[in-house]
Antibody
């Protein structure tokens, strides 16, 4: 079964850090480009960032509000995607989803999604 | 970059057809054949319904169709059913390996 399972969410104080994980199964993770998408409570979807496969350079891109604070990485030996979040702000409070985002044939679409993990930034 | 514009809400009766628009710019919606549409029920993860402007993934009902003209993409749902009631989001490639989502549309089946 094709599956993505996020973990690592929780409550953190402003200025704090948190690392999210996304475990993949049922497909060739090493070939997949992967993205993180978030959704603040009662709001719409926001693309956070993406990492390409290592064979395609393993490069990362981020949306402007998280550049310099968030970092995406992957461990293909563990079929796991990570999102390191530093200097967290209250506006980072959201459900964070990991999703597949294409491959060497081209970007997108987001066709496999995890169930999401909630991150709450509050004092 | 700013988000493509979607109507906040649309509604229709069972059996009717509705269309949700997604208006962007020549830098995103209008410049690549990479608009996708997602359905999200409350408390659930989004589900891919349309990709590359007009393509439908296997398993998605043929009542869902996509189109695009210039800087505006559209999602049409024909033969509305109660289970279609959900939030719908368009998403467009915005260049430089970035994506932008529309603001979302709440579909109510009357």
């Amino acid at each position: 079964e094709v599956q993505l399972v996020e973990s690592g969410g929780g409550l953190v104080k402003p200025g704090g850090s948190l690392r999210l994980s996304c475990a993949a199964s049922g497909f060739t993770f090493s070939n997949a480009w992967m993205s993180w998408v978030r959704q603040a409570p009662g709001k719409g979807l926001e693309w956070v960032g993406r990492i390409k496969s290592k064979t395609d350079g393993g490069t990362t891109e981020y949306t402007a509000p998280v550049k310099g604070r968030f970092s995406i990485s992957r461990d293909d030996s563990k079929n796991t995607l990570y999102l390191q979040m530093n200097s967290l702000k209250t506006e980072d409070t959201a459900v964070y989803y990991c999703t597949t985002d294409g491959s060497s044939t081209g970007p997108g679409p987001f066709d496999i999604w995890g169930q999401g993990t909630m991150v709450t930034v509050s004092s | 970059q700013s988000a493509p514009t979607q109507p906040a809400s649309v509604s229709g009766s069972p059996g009717q057809s509705i269309t949700i628009s997604c208006t962007g710019t020549s830098s995103d919606v209008g410049s690549h054949n990479l608009v996708s549409w997602y359905q999200q029920h409350p408390g659930k993860a989004p589900k891919l319904m349309i990709y590359e402007d007009i393509k439908r993934p296997s398993g998605v009902s043929n009542r869902f169709s996509g189109s695009k003209s210039g800087n505006t993409a559209s999602l049409t749902i024909s033969g509305l059913q109660a289970e279609d009631e959900a939030d719908y989001y368009c998403c467009s490639y915005a260049g430089s390996n970035t994506w932008v989502f529309g603001g979302g549309t709440k579909l109510t089946v009357l």
